[in-house]
C-alpha cells in the first residue's frame, strides 16, 4: 500500500501543539485515506535550556508576563483565551496546575515509543498529564509511569532515561528543524513536500492532507521521452 508521511515537529510544553494534534486528527477522521498515512512526531524544544522543573511558586501567568513584557493580569487573559481554543477542540487546559520543566527526556522516550509502535499514545499521554494533569514532565519517575500508562514497558523506559539512548535522534529532529528553517511548533511536513506551520484548522489540514497525496501518492508515473526497454522491461 502506498503511504504518505506526515512529520510533525511538536513540544511537549506547547499548547497550541495539543491543540495541532486534535485538529489533525479530526482532518484525518475525515480523510479517505487514513488508514494509509503515517503520522511522526518530532522533537523541538520550546526552552532548552529548562531546568527539569521550574520554581513551583511561579505561576504560569507570571512567566508569561514576564517572557513577553506584559501584566499577569494581560498574560491571565491570552490564558482565558488560550483555554476556550482548547475546549472548542475537546480539550481542557489547566494553566494552573502546569508544572514547567526541560522536555528533552520526554523526547526520548517518544523516540522510544516510535520504535515500539506505540508513539501516538505516549505522545497523547504526555500531553494530557502536562496540560491538564499537572504533571511535571521532566521529572524522570513521571516519566516512566506516564509511558508505562500508554503501553511501554517501564523498564525499558528507566534503561533509556539512565542512559544517552535516542539523544542523538532527538538533536537530529532539532537540526532537520533547522534546516527546515521551523522556529515555532506545531509545524507539519506532508510528504517531505508540503508544510504547514501552527494548529490550523483541521479544514486547512484537511487540504493539505487531500493535495499532498493527489500530488505524491495518487499522481500516476508519467513516461520520460526517451526512456529505453531492456531485459528486465521498461522503467
Known amino acids: 500500500m502506498k503511504k504518505l508521511a506526515v512529520d510533525v515537529w511538536s513540544d511537549i510544553a506547547c499548547p497550541w501543539c495539543y491543540v495541532g494534534k486534535r485538529r489533525l486528527e479530526a482532518a484525518l477522521a475525515r480523510f479517505p485515506h487514513r488508514d494509509a498515512v503515517d503520522v511522526t512526531w518530532r522533537a523541538f524544544e520550546l526552552d532548552p535550556s529548562a531546568p527539569r522543573e521550574r520554581d513551583p511558586g511561579v505561576t504560569y501567568a507570571e512567566r508569561l508576563a514576564k517572557k513577553y513584557g506584559s501584566s499577569v493580569t494581560e498574560a491571565e487573559a491570552r490564558l482565558l483565551s488560550m483555554t476556550d481554543v482548547a475546549k472548542a477542540d475537546g480539550l481542557t487546559f489547566r494553566f494552573d496546575r502546569v508544572r514547567s520543566g526541560n522536555t528533552f527526556d520526554a523526547h526520548r522516550v517518544l523516540h522510544l515509543a516510535a520504535e515500539r509502535g506505540v508513539q501516538d499514545a505516549v505522545k497523547e499521554r504526555f500531553l494530557l498529564a502536562y496540560m491538564t494533569e499537572g504533571e511535571p514532565i521532566g521529572d524522570p519517575g513521571t516519566l516512566v509511569r506516564l509511558a508505562a500508562e500508554a503501553g511501554l514497558d517501564a523498564a525499558d523506559v528507566r534503561a533509556t532515561l539512565a542512559s544517552d539512548a535516542h539523544a542523538a535522534a ?36 484537511l487540504e493539505a492532507l487531500t493535495q499532498a497525496w493527489a500530488e505524491l501518492v495518487a499522481r500516476p508515473v508519467a513516461f520520460a521521452e526517451g526512456a529505453a526497454c531492456g531485459p528486465d522491461g521498461c522503467p
Do not use: M, N, W
Not at 521551523?182 to 517531505?192: D, R
Not at 513536500?193 to 494548529?199: I, K, L, M, T
Open 170 to 205: 532527538v538533536r537530529a529532529d532539532e537540526d532537520e528543524a533547522r534546516r527546515l528553517g521551523i522556529t515555532g511548533v506545531p509545524f507539519f511536513v506532508l510528504g517531505g513536500r508540503y508544510a504547514v506551520s501552527g494548529a490550523q484548522p483541521a479544514d486547512l489540514l
